[in-house]
């Protein structure tokens, strides 16, 4: 299996204009997990689905973020508009529930200017 | 308000001595622990967990060790080596019966093993 596979590795944009993050989960897994890493905060997970519907969405900044699975092979994590203080590494994760191993994707360093 | 604490953000060890990772957490209902190794440009990966009923847990040459009274675990890593060198974050869930799947993070040690 290639692992969890984020898209794109690095995105650069303006403050104001749509983000979109890309996560494909490893096939079979159904729990998939969305974190944040900053050097403030750390790694802090934003939102959590479990076959493909939210579980938790307690850690999402803001109205402006907002995610999607709309099938068990892929999920996006959108902002809109996005700001500076967004910039940080965005992860994707996915588990098989009979496990407890969360898995991770590259990340997405995002950073807005 | 950090319910997962990793005070020390950087340690460095000679290879072939030991590397002792603190954590301290202040939720007393968390009773599962995992401890994640994260290389630059790449996800974590998963090293070793622990149970709450547990006090220990080996894997190789990384052993965890758990003091409930205390809300602290560390991690041992005997013998260091150069590429045991990275970040490695501290975790915590709220097993629930082995349904609850949030995790609460520490910050990270940044640990760097000298040859």
């Known amino acids: 299996d290639a692992g969890v596979i984020q898209s794109p590795r690095h995105e650069v944009t303006e403050m104001g204009q749509e983000v979109t993050l890309r996560c494909k989960p490893i096939?079979?897994?159904?729990?998939l997990f969305w974190y944040r890493q900053t050097m403030m905060r750390g790694l802090e997970l934003l939102i959590y689905?479990?076959?493909?519907?939210?579980?938790?969405d307690s850690g999402m900044p803001e109205d402006r973020f907002s995610a999607k699975m709309p099938n068990a092979s892929f999920s996006t994590l959108k902002i809109q508009p996005s700001e500076p203080r967004d910039s940080a590494v965005y992860f994707c994760?996915?588990?098989?529930?009979?496990?407890?191993?969360?898995?991770f994707g590259p990340g997405t360093r995002l950073t807005v200017t | 308000d950090q319910q997962v604490k990793q005070n020390s953000p950087s340690l460095s060890v000679q290879e072939g001595r030991i590397s002792i990772l603190n954590c301290d957490y202040t939720?007393?209902?968390?009773?599962?622990f995992l401890w994640y190794k994260k290389y630059p440009a790449e996800g974590p990966t998963f090293l070793i967990s622990?149970?709450?009923?547990?006090d220990k847990n080996e894997d190789g040459r990384f052993t965890v060790f758990l003091n409930k009274s205390a809300k602290h675990l560390s991690l041992h890593i005997v013998p260091s080596q150069p590429g045991d060198s990275a970040v490695y974050f501290c975790?915590?869930?709220?097993?629930?019966?082995?349904?609850?799947?949030?995790?609460?993070f520490g910050k990270g040690t940044l640990l760097t093993v000298n040859p």
């Open positions: 939720n007393s209902m968390f009773d599962y």
């Open positions: 689905f479990n076959n493909n519907v939210p579980i938790d």
């Open positions: 622990i149970s709450s009923i547990k």
């Open positions: 096939s079979g897994h159904d729990y």
């Open positions: 994760a996915s588990l098989d529930s009979l496990s407890y191993e969360q898995y």
């Open positions: 975790a915590a869930s709220l097993n629930s019966g082995g349904s609850n799947y949030k995790l609460t």
